[in-house]
């Protein structure tokens, strides 16, 4: 059963890995803001697989927290981003 949880943590360590690479060389801002909102994806993932490793529920609402701070952010972005087009 170890094998299972070092498979999703290295899975999890690619993705991320990734993400930071599209961070970093994102041709665009709007590339950026996307693989950020991926990153805390990743994050709440992680917390989520370590949540059930360790069959310790407290790190639930650090995930509901970490969810609703991004879809916050990518609405307030996505709000500004549609203003900055239309003048």
């Known amino acids: 059963m170890s094998y299972v ?8 360590l ?6 930071m690479v599209r961070i970093l060389r994102g041709p665009t801002t ?5 693989a950020l909102d991926v990153l805390i994806a990743l994050c ?3 917390l989520g697989t370590w949540a059930a490793f360790s069959r310790d529920s407290t790190v639930v609402p650090a995930i ?3 969810a609703l701070l ?5 609405v307030a972005i996505a709000r500004f981003r549609v203003r900055d087009d239309q003048t």
Do not use: E
Request: aromatic share 6%.
């Open 5 to 12: 949880w070092t498979i999703a943590a290295a899975m999890l």
């Open 14 to 19: 690619v993705a991320t890995v990734l993400t």
């Open 30 to 34: 709007l590339d950026r803001l996307v």
């Open 44 to 46: 709440m993932c992680g």
């Open 64 to 66: 509901v927290a970490l």
């Open 70 to 74: 991004s879809f916050v952010g990518s």
